[in-house]
């Protein structure tokens, strides 16, 4: 598919955990349903994982730079030549320049954000087994949770989300649904239902979910969202993973080995 520059911040904002709403639901509703833009978001994981691994403002200066040499190209020539008016416009090319540089770097973060990803998280235990709430009964939810018990997420997920479609309001099972995606490797996916439980100041699940928000953008390699997320916990006296928070960004801060 032609990716112009609106789609590919639409994908990078994406990956950085930015989409909310209805903006997020329709993102992932095109995923489904359009399998070029799902190749195309999954294509470009790589190219923004390693973006941040060298720097997103070396990066920045060095297209703007670029651009410079572009300008005067156009002036120069009759042949047409594509404006590159934004750095994302030419992430893919990056990748020529900065994969030799920064390959290596990046591989290595991967593999402690992942320990570190295993280290903090285990899905959470199904407390909705013996719930008696009438109005929010299903059998989907029933499988679902009986599936996350036998610790098939995947299929989980499949069945809860299937009920949060049916009712919508229903946060907790918004978040087992979360846990379950997170579970099967699909961080993408968990993140919103997330976010919809962590809005909620009143839900016993918020500050889980918190610190679930944090963890995601850690497999999802998404530095400066992460950063201002385990802020926001620790900004939280008696937040119940203030501590988790606090020892995750101090191993982050101190590099790789």
Excluded: C
Excluded at 85 to 98: E, P
Excluded at 117 to 139: H, T, V
């Amino acid at each position: 598919m032609e990716a112009n520059i609106e789609v590919l911040e639409l994908i990078e904002r994406f990956h950085e955990g930015k989409l909310r709403g209805k903006e997020l639901e329709a993102f992932q509703e095109r995923q489904k349903t359009d399998s070029e833009f799902a190749q195309l978001v999954n294509d470009l994981r790589t190219t923004f994982q390693t973006i941040d691994a060298v720097g997103r403002q070396e990066f920045r200066e060095e297209v703007a730079l670029w651009e410079t040499e572009i300008a005067s190209n156009e002036q120069s020539t009759s042949r047409p030549v594509i404006p590159l008016r934004r750095w994302m416009a030419v992430a893919a090319s990056v990748l020529i320049v900065v994969v030799p540089l920064g390959y290596f770097y990046f591989t290595s973060q991967s593999v402690n954000k992942e320990e570190l990803f295993a280290s903090n998280f285990q899905p959470y235990e199904n407390l909705l087994a013996s719930r008696s709430d009438e109005e929010n009964d299903s059998k989907a939810l029933d499988s679902g949770l009986q599936l996350y018990e036998q610790e098939n997420y995947r299929a989980a997920a499949e069945q809860l989300e299937a009920h949060a479609s049916q009712f919508p309001d229903d946060l907790a099972a918004k978040f087992y649904l979360a846990e379950a995606r997170l579970a099967s490797n699909q961080p993408n996916a968990a993140l919103g239902f997330y976010q919809q439980v962590a809005e909620d100041p009143t839900n016993a699940f918020r500050e889980l979910a918190e610190w679930r928000i944090a963890l995601t953008y850690l497999t999802l390699a998404s530095s400066d969202p992460l950063s201002q997320q385990l802020n926001l916990i620790l900004q939280q006296e008696g937040h119940e993973y203030r501590e988790a928070a606090k020892q995750l960004q101090t191993e982050l801060a101190g590099g790789i080995d």
